[in-house]
């Protein structure tokens, strides 16, 4: 399991990337009861969703790049660098460290902490923009 819960990851990293993907295709990566805590602010699944509808809104582009990720099948951890850039053309670099929980084959928690490494004033709002 560990290395399903590894590429499961993965996959959803990559759509999340794709800025033309439907935000709402994601939702099968994610039990009903799912809860995101970024840098204290927590959010259901709806909310998540809401969250990449945002970010779609905002950004041009998504990149992440997994520094170190580790399983044990129950849950999981990732360092990984999250570069963006704007529609403005402005560019950001969060390192986010997170923590998942799964429950079978879905995940149905992450705990996520971010740090700005390169960016402007209010890129650490990012990690947990809202929908409007």
Request: proline fraction near 2%; hydrophobic fraction near 45%.
């Amino acid at each position: 399991m560990s290395e399903r819960s590894i590429a499961m990851i993965r996959e959803v990293f990559a759509m999340f990337c794709d800025v033309e993907a439907e935000p709402d295709s994601m939702a099968r990566f994610f039990t009903p009861d799912y809860r995101q805590s970024v840098d204290g602010r927590t959010v259901d699944l709806h909310g998540f969703l809401g969250h990449v509808q945002a970010l779609r809104a905002a950004l041009v582009s998504i990149e992440i790049d997994i520094q170190q990720i580790v399983s044990d099948g129950v849950s999981a951890a990732t360092v990984h660098l999250v570069r963006v850039v704007r529609r403005s053309g402005e560019k950001a670099t969060i390192k986010v460290v997170a923590f998942y929980r799964f429950d079978g084959d879905r995940i149905a928690a992450i705990d996520e902490l971010t740090h700005v490494l390169e960016g402007r004033a209010g890129d650490e709002e990012l990690g947990s923009m809202p929908s409007e």
